[in-house]
């Protein structure tokens, strides 16, 4: 019955910390999608699960981020020696994956690298 | 290199009147259109969407228009409450086994009791 569930809402870090967000699908979304918005810009993509693989990563901007969902529900981005430009909204979404493009997002999770 | 492009950051409108919001793409590949609406502190939510085969796509006070040849769409409010007052996104996705979304950077509507 819920919708998209993200926590924490918000995180602030240090410089060179690693942090983990997490996402809660709807129930029975086989897609999942991550996206990050920054400040003043249109949310832009991250990643793309299909049940429990990253079936596109193309988004991601270099190997700090990582993102898993190993059971094809709940997913976690992973940032690893964060940087100052990480600070943004990141959004999670998920649908149907049926080739119904409507995507259903959550709250966001506003990350704040001191 | 913005592919989904909203040239107005701000529209701002009378209450009961249209609300024309636009938005243009470059990307020939794109085939499903969607509009999005954002409040504070909340994630986007669906509005409405068209398809490339359609030009035009109504439900309630809300209609898209698509202009294929011209690559742009727009979102006409009638009539416009108060309520709609948001951050409006357009979005765009190329279909196929990956429906990931390329957005614009969204325009903030104020409609004006």
């Known amino acids: 019955g819920a919708g998209v569930s993200q926590t924490p809402s918000n995180k602030v870090t240090e410089k060179g910390k690693y942090v983990e967000l997490r996402c809660d699908p709807i129930?029975?979304?086989?897609?999942l999608y991550w996206y990050r918005q920054s400040l003043g810009q249109g949310p832009e993509f991250l990643i793309y699960?299909?049940?429990?693989?990253?079936a596109d990563d193309s988004g991601l901007p270099n190997d700090r981020f990582f993102a898993v969902r190993p059971e094809g529900s709940v997913s976690t981005l992973k940032i690893q020696r964060t940087e100052r430009g990480d600070s943004a909204v990141y959004l999670c979404?998920?649908?149907w994956g049926n080739g119904n493009n409507e995507q259903f997002f959550g709250p966001g999770t506003r990350l704040t690298v001191l | 290199d913005q592919q989904v492009k909203q040239n107005s950051p701000s529209l701002s409108v009378q209450e009961g009147r249209i609300s024309i919001l636009n938005c243009d793409y470059t990307n020939s590949m794109f085939d499903y259109f969607l509009w999005y609406k954002k409040y504070p502190a909340e994630g986007p939510t669906f509005l409405i969407s068209i398809s490339s085969i359609k030009d035009k796509n109504e439900d309630g006070r809300f209609t898209v228009f698509l202009n294929k040849s011209a690559k742009h769409l727009s979102l006409h409010i009638v009539p416009s409450q108060p309520g709609d007052s948001a951050v409006y996104f357009c979005?765009?996705?190329?279909?196929?086994?990956?429906?990931?979304?390329?957005f614009g950077k969204g325009t903030l509507l104020t409609v004006n009791p």
């Open positions: 129930s029975g979304h086989t897609a």
């Open positions: 979005a765009a996705t190329g279909g196929g086994s990956n429906y990931k979304l390329t």
């Open positions: 979404a998920s649908s």
């Open positions: 699960f299909q049940g429990t693989g990253a």
